[in-house]
């Protein structure tokens, strides 16, 4: 594992007219799986594209691998692996024909059928890309990412959309690169993703990052005190509340979805299902459960839905 | 879905190809793909050969002196070139643009310039190929072409030049749709405005305006030479240097990416 961070931004500002995008954001990404977690509009896409190149930034500073990716991008580029969240290929191309021509590119590609088998895209070769399904056009542009051995690769959202299978083949090629030393910064909405592939999480909101660590850092704390129920949307959350012990406190974290933190024993349980019972609310999927990112990632990034 | 583990095939190592491998791998696909559309050879081959074929049998439109052929093939070889340099590379690279093709490659190892290099050599090859089949398809209708070749492949280069800066320019800052709509306009009005089957006297007044459009100067100069055996046409070379220049400038300062 090399010493020297693989992507380092410092106090990183980009503004679209009038619209901050990133707000300062300072993040460090070292070897291995980084997962940068945000809701939608976090600034997660413009930050990984500022480390691909793409952008300039209005302030701060960008290097990966070491390199300044504007001003040493011819540099840097074929040691890096790209995959856009979504396009970038011929739509008149065949699947195969495009990550042939993407091997091409580079001076010790993988081997291109085997890739393409490996990701579950051998039996559709011969399609052209506006054919391929959108599970099928996310694996052929993880595998253009991935064809030209380099050192790292920025995934944009992965497996956006994708069934389980393919979000299981597309797991596993992550952490094979990882333990074949190719480090990996990707963006996620899956607080799973997250917990499953990454030796480290940064979370981004409102264009800066508001938490880093590994998942286990981040889910410390409050584990054993969390119960959880769901019922339906606006449940007087004052009045169970006031049912509850003193040191208690009970949300809904999302539209019918609830959570109480305090003293979790029977008691509580039972004060909580007979207030259920006196308002008439059904406690589905009732449960205690362990602290996970997506608790962290919402205390952290608040609960209101954004657009 | 087979899955590996701890293989060891993605080990790093990074490089580019070199240079000449990638513009010719680049080339190569630019070039498959264009044969490959339907609407793109509707356009580059379809079109100029039907309009040669049945101007030059059928006797529509006036066109003076002499076998028609002789008068129609130097504007349809005008036509050929506006066909590919400007509205099906206009067309094909705004849709690219627009898909992220573009932005794709743009984080690939292949560098900005050697990408637009292969553009234009594709071009240029898909150029030969409408020059073989319709310079055929003329000689089969009784096509007899004098001048100088030195003058008409500099009329070809310059007259590429021109009509790609035009393109690249439409592509680069237009939505796809309206460069799909614009293009395709724009070659109508050139086709029927810009002396390939019409004679450009038929327009009056308007013909020394309509003389100084790109394709005006490619049908004129290539029909100077071909059908008259004039030396090198400087007017219609220079007009077409003009064009290039300013169109290749504008499209180099304000295409975007994506």
Same mark, same amino acid.
């Given at each position: ?87 970038? +290929?011929? /739509?008149?191309?065949? %699947? ?6 993407? =091997?091409? &590119? ?5 081997? !291109? ?12 070769g011969r399609t052209s890309y506006r054919r391929l399904s959108g599970g099928q056009q996310q694996r052929l542009a993880l595998a253009m990412a991935v064809v030209g051995r380099p050192e790292l690769v920025f995934l944009d959202e992965p497996t956006a959309g994708l069934d389980p299978q393919a979000r299981r083949a597309t797991w596993d090629l992550v ?61 007087? +959350?004052? /009045?169970?509340?006031? %049912? ?6 009970? =949300?809904? &974290? ?5 959570? !109480? ?47 | ?258």
């Amino acid at each position: 594992m090399r010493s020297e961070p693989v992507v380092q931004v410092r106090d990183l500002v980009k503004r679209y007219g009038t619209k901050t995008a990133v707000n300062g954001l300072v993040l460090t990404a070292e070897a291995g799986v980084t997962a940068v977690l945000g809701p939608n509009g976090a600034g997660k896409t413009t930050t990984i594209e500022t480390c691909e190149g793409y952008r300039k930034p209005d302030s701060g500073t960008v290097r990966v691998l070491g390199l300044d990716p504007v001003r040493q991008s011819a540099e840097l580029r074929p040691r890096v692996g790209v995959m856009l969240q979504s396009g970038g +290929v011929y /739509s008149g191309a065949r %699947a195969d024909e495009m990550l042939r021509h993407v =091997a091409k &590119l580079h001076a010790h590609p993988l081997d !291109v059928d085997a890739l393409m088998e490996r990701l579950g895209l051998g039996s559709c070769g011969r399609t052209s890309y506006r054919r391929l399904s959108g599970g099928q056009q996310q694996r052929l542009a993880l595998a253009m990412a991935v064809v030209g051995r380099p050192e790292l690769v920025f995934l944009d959202e992965p497996t956006a959309g994708l069934d389980p299978q393919a979000r299981r083949a597309t797991w596993d090629l992550v952490r094979d690169l990882r333990t074949d030393g190719v480090s990996v910064i990707l963006t996620t909405h899956y607080m799973e993703e997250a917990e499953q592939l990454a030796d480290d999480v940064a979370v981004i909101d409102a264009g800066r990052v508001i938490a880093q660590g590994s998942p286990e850092e981040l889910c410390k704390g409050g584990a054993e005190n969390t119960l959880r129920f769901t019922g339906r949307p606006g449940l007087d +959350v004052g /009045s169970l509340l006031k %049912a509850l012990p003193a040191d208690s406190t009970a =949300a809904e &974290l999302t539209p019918g979805s609830y959570r !109480v933190v305090g003293k979790v024993n029977p008691q509580l349980l039972a004060t909580v299902t007979s207030w259920c019972a006196q308002h008439g609310v059904m406690p589905d999927r009732i449960s205690v459960e362990r602290h996970t990112l997506e608790d962290v990632f919402l205390e952290l990034t608040g609960r209101e839905l954004r657009s | 879905m087979t899955t590996a583990t701890g293989t060891g095939v993605h080990v790093p190592e990074p490089g580019a190809a070199p240079l000449p491998r990638m513009i010719a791998a680049q080339a190569a696909l630019e070039t498959r793909m264009l044969l490959r559309n339907g609407e793109q050879l509707l356009l580059t081959v379809v079109i100029p050969t039907l309009l040669l074929v049945l101007f030059s049998s059928v006797d529509i439109v006036d066109t003076g002196k002499g076998k028609s052929v002789d008068f129609l093939a130097p504007g349809i070889l005008a036509l050929a070139v506006m066909s590919t340099a400007f509205t099906g590379q206009a067309i094909a690279t705004g849709f690219e643009r627009r898909y992220g093709v573009l932005k794709r490659l743009a984080a690939s190892p292949l560098p900005r310039w050697a990408l637009m290099a292969a553009k234009t050599a594709s071009v240029l090859v898909t150029e030969a190929l409408q020059v073989i089949l319709l310079t055929m398809s003329a000689f089969a209708l009784g096509w007899s072409p004098h001048g100088n070749p030195l003058a008409v492949l500099l009329l070809l280069i310059l007259g590429t030049a021109a009509f790609s800066g035009l393109g690249l320019l439409m592509a680069g800052t237009l939505k796809a749709e309206a460069t799909l709509a614009g293009a395709n306009l724009v070659f109508l009005l050139l086709l029927v405005g810009g002396g390939v089957i019409v004679p450009l006297d038929k327009f009056g007044g308007a013909r020394h305006t309509l003389d100084l459009l790109p394709i005006s100067a490619l049908s004129g100069g290539l029909r100077d030479v071909l059908q008259h055996g004039a030396a090198m046409p400087w007017g219609d070379l220079g007009i077409l240097a003009v064009w290039a220049v300013v169109a290749l400038g504008a499209a180099g300062k304000f295409f975007r990416w994506e």
